[in-house]
């Protein structure tokens, strides 16, 4: 499996957001996207990371930042997650896994100490499709705070 990095390209894809609209990587050929990968909608952490995204998406958008996350729930989770949490962004509903594995986002996971595979929680930030910076140890609490530091 190639780990993705900073300097690569960013692999393209496409897929269903919680509204059923196609989305892919050209939508955000002029903007820096900030793509994140998430377990699952309306877990504790899941649910942390995205509002502090949502908290601060007007001081994203002033820096012409757009905001996807994806994650493998389908479409209706997604619109619920978006409506109960005031989500002013998309969700790409990746139920096929195809997005999650290009990006290296599925591996082997521990909780509680069991072993399974599982989503990865990941954020790339991408700009004229080239990865210029990959978290894989995202704050949840402060993801936005941890990609401005780590981006000035």
Known sequence: MNILKEGDSAPNFKG?????NNVELSDFSNKKLILYFYPKDDTP???KESCNLRDNFSQLKSKDFEVLGVSA????????????????FSLLADTEKTVINKY?????????????????????????NKIIKVFDKVKTAGHYEQIMEALN
């Open 73 to 88: 729930d389908n479409s209706a989770k997604h619109l619920k997650f978006i409506e109960k949490y005031n989500l002013p």
């Open 45 to 47: 952490g899941c649910t």
């Open 16 to 20: 269903l957001d919680q509204n059923g």
């Open 104 to 128: 290296n986002c599925w591996g082997l996971k521990k909780f509680m100490g069991k072993e399974y595979d599982g989503i990865l929680r990941k954020t790339f930030v991408i700009e004229n």
